[in-house]
C-alpha cells in the first residue's frame, strides 16, 4: 500500500513539472495546421523544427548559467477563433509552457492574446497586424509591423507609384486582419488624395468565392487601383475575377499575399503585381540568405514571410529567456521575467529587420516595411523599403 502511495505521488509530480524539466525548457505554438490556411501551419512548423535542432544540436540555450533543450509543443488552432483560444490555455494550463508562439493570423491572435494576457503568459505572435492583439496587453507582443503603419505604406505606395487618385477596396468583414487594415488604408489614402477618394468600399464573408456583384460595383467606379488585404487562397479568386468583371488597373495586396502557394493558385494573373510585406526572399543578403538557403534545402520550397517571420518571434523571445536571469522553478516569477525581459528588447537584429519594443507603450516592433513585385517568373522580389517616420 505505501509502495503504491509513493508511486501514485510520484506519478502527480511528474506530470506538474514545469517547462524547464530535466534540463529542458518548453516553449508552445498555437498554429493553423488545418483548416482554411494549413500552409501557414506548416511555414511555422518548419521553421521552428529548423531553429530547434540547430539549437539542440549546438548544445541547447545558456539561461542564467545553466544549459537547457529546446521542447516544442504544438496546438492546432484550425484556423478557428474559438480553437485558438482553446489552444492557448490548454498550452499554458496543461502543458505548461514558459512562453507561446502565435497564432499567426489576427482572427486568432485577438482572442488568444486575451487568454495569454489573463493567465500571465508570454506570447508573441509573428504574424498578426491587428493593433489589437497587443493593444493593452502587457503579456503580448509581436513580431511584425502594425496595419496602422502597413495601411499608410500602401496608400502612399499607391498614389505615388500608379498615379491613383481614387482607389476601391474589397475585403472580408468577418475577418479581423482585412477589416482593420481595409479600414487603415482607407483612412490613409482619403487623407492624401481627399474625402470620397475611396470609391468603392466593397466587403464579403469568410469562405465567399462569387466576388462578382462588388467586383461589378468595382469596374463601374472609376477606381485606379484595387486594395484588397486577402490570404493567399482567396487573392487568385479575386484577382482572376476582377479581370473577368473587366477591371484591368492595378490590384495591390498586403502581407496576407506572402503566404501559402500564391503563385501555384493564381498564376499569371499575379505576376507584375505589387503587394505590401514583411521580408523578400528574392535578392536577400548576409544571413536572411543563409536562412533561406537553409530552409530551401530542407524543405525544397522558398520560406514566405510566415517561416521569417516564425524564425525571427521564436528568437525574440529566446533572446528574452536568455536576458531573464536564472530560472527558478517559480512559473508564475519565471512567465513574469520572461515578460519583463522581453519588453526591454531593444536592437534585435531579425531576418526581417532591426526591431525594438517600447517599454512605455504596447509591445509591437518599430521596423520597416517591403514593398514586393511579383516577377515573370513569379517570384516574390525586393521592390523598395518603407520605414516610420
Known amino acids: 500500500m505505501k509502495k503504491s502511495l509513493l508511486g501514485a505521488l510520484a506519478l502527480v509530480l511528474l506530470t506538474a513539472l514545469p517547462a524547464f524539466a530535466a534540463d529542458s525548457l518548453k516553449l508552445g505554438f498555437n498554429i493553423p495546421m488545418t483548416g482554411d490556411i494549413p500552409d501557414v501551419g506548416e511555414s511555422s512548423k518548419n521553421s521552428a523544427e529548423m531553429l530547434k535542432k540547430k539549437i539542440n544540436d549546438a548544445g541547447g540555450i545558456d539561461v542564467g548559467g545553466k544549459k537547457y533543450t529546446l521542447e516544442f509543443v504544438y496546438e492546432d488552432n484550425e484556423s478557428k477563433a474559438e480553437s485558438a483560444l482553446s489552444a492557448a490555455r490548454k498550452l499554458i494550463t496543461q502543458d505548461k509552457v514558459l512562453g507561446i508562439i502565435g497564432p499567426q493570423s489576427s482572427k486568432q491572435a485577438v482572442p488568444a492574446g486575451e487568454a495569454s494576457n489573463e493567465l500571465k503568459a508570454p506570447m508573441i505572435s509573428p504574424w498578426s497586424t491587428n493593433p489589437n492583439t497587443t493593444k493593452g496587453r502587457p503579456f503580448v507582443f509581436r513580431g511584425c509591423f502594425l496595419d496602422t503603419f502597413q495601411g499608410p505604406v500602401a496608400a502612399k505606395f499607391a498614389t505615388e507609384e500608379f498615379g491613383a487618385k481614387k482607389a476601391a477596396v474589397l475585403y472580408d468583414i468577418a475577418s479581423d486582419y482585412p477589416k482593420g487594415l481595409a479600414e487603415d488604408f482607407k483612412a490613409a489614402f482619403e487623407k492624401i488624395n481627399g474625402p470620397g477618394s475611396v470609391v468603392a468600399f466593397e466587403t464579403f464573408t469568410t469562405k465567399d468565392v462569387d466576388f462578382s456583384a462588388q467586383l461589378t460595383n468595382i469596374a463601374k467606379s472609376g477606381a485606379d487601383v484595387l486594395f484588397t488585404p486577402q490570404y493567399y487562397n482567396e487573392v487568385p479568386l479575386i484577382v482572376k475575377q476582377a479581370k473577368s468583371m473587366g477591371f484591368n488597373k ?77 530560472i527558478t522553478g517559480d512559473m508564475e516569477k519565471d512567465r513574469d521575467a520572461l515578460r519583463k525581459a522581453m519588453t526591454s528588447t531593444k536592437d534585435f537584429d531579425g531576418i526581417t529587420g532591426q526591431m525594438s519594443f517600447n517599454p512605455e507603450g504596447d509591445h509591437d516592433p518599430v521596423k520597416c516595411a517591403v514593398v514586393v513585385k511579383i516577377d515573370d517568373a513569379g517570384k516574390f522580389g525586393f521592390y523598395k523599403s518603407v520605414c516610420p517616420n
Open 250 to 326: 492595378p490590384v495591390l495586396g498586403s502581407d496576407s499575399w506572402g503566404s501559402g502557394d500564391l503563385m501555384g493558385l493564381c498564376g499569371d494573373d499575379c505576376k507584375g503585381l505589387f503587394f505590401v510585406t514583411h521580408y523578400a526572399a528574392a535578392g536577400a543578403k548576409g544571413k536572411t540568405k543563409e536562412f533561406i538557403d537553409e530552409y530551401t534545402k530542407l524543405y525544397n520550397k522558398t520560406p514566405d514571410d510566415v517561416a521569417a517571420l516564425t524564425w525571427d518571434s521564436i528568437n525574440l523571445m529566446l533572446d528574452g529567456v536568455k536576458r531573464m536571469g536564472p
